[in-house]
């Protein structure tokens, strides 16, 4: 069965203090894996898109990154602003290719 | 703006009543699709379609109908809503063509049904 599965839950820090969230994917063929941001009571914001194992992405103080079994977001100098929950998605291949598979998030909030 | 909306953005209703949430995109995207958000559970897929007259099921459709008769335009049609339905639904839709496939989201729709 495909599934998603990110920790920690819950993240704490204070500002500046670097860390990562892990999503780890268990699924039949890897179409793409996704990261997206959720602000309280908005939609979710699209982020990244990682397609194979050893790819990088980055974008300000966000660095995605891709392995076979599971990918992390690095936050480096987080700000307050990078305050949310951030949703790792993986699409796979086979039938149903364009279903989706949400983790349940990591809601992290960074202390001024 | 490119953007994905929804109507009704709140909505609290009786069980057993219909009612439709409309979702409509103005990005020309072939895919879209809905999910819902409850607490401990993330976003779960409803329903998706890949083009007009074109649907399939996600993970969660019981209770669930859509359509899609024209490109923009993909609603969620509850006909008999019940209390587990309660929960925060999302549209989004994506191009088949892109490069990141990201979906855009639109606002979300909260239900409560009585």
């Known amino acids: 069965e495909d599934q998603v599965t990110q920790s920690p839950e819950a993240l704490r820090l204070q500002e500046g203090e670097s860390s990562s969230l892990n999503c780890s994917y268990t699924v039949s063929g890897l179409r793409g894996l996704f990261w997206y941001r959720q602000d309280p009571g908005k939609g979710p914001e699209f982020l990244f898109t990682?397609?194979?194992a050893g790819e990088e992405k980055e974008k300000e103080r966000l660095k995605a990154t891709l392995t076979k079994k599971e990918s992390f977001l690095h936050i480096t100098a987080p700000k307050p602003e990078d305050s949310a929950t951030y949703l790792c998605?993986?699409?796979?291949?086979?039938?149903?290719?364009?279903?989706?598979?949400f983790g349940t998030g990591t809601r992290l909030k960074v202390l001024a | 703006e490119a953007q994905v909306t929804q109507n009704p953005r709140y909505l609290i209703t009786v069980t057993g009543k219909k009612l439709t949430v409309t979702c409509s995109q103005n990005m020309n995207h072939e895919y879209m699709s809905w999910y819902r958000q409850d607490p401990g559970l993330g976003l779960r897929q409803i329903y998706y379609s890949m083009n007009v007259e074109v649907t399939d099921k996600g993970d969660v459709p019981e209770g669930y109908k859509v359509s899609r008769k024209e490109k923009r335009n993909f609603p969620l049609i509850l006909e008999s809503p019940s209390p587990n339905q309660t929960s925060l639904y999302f549209c989004a839709s994506r191009s088949t063509s892109g490069i990141h496939n990201e979906q855009f989201f639109g606002p979300g729709t909260r239900l409560t049904v009585l």
């Open positions: 998605a993986v699409q796979a291949r086979g039938s149903g290719t364009y279903k989706y598979i």
């Open positions: 990682l397609y194979s």
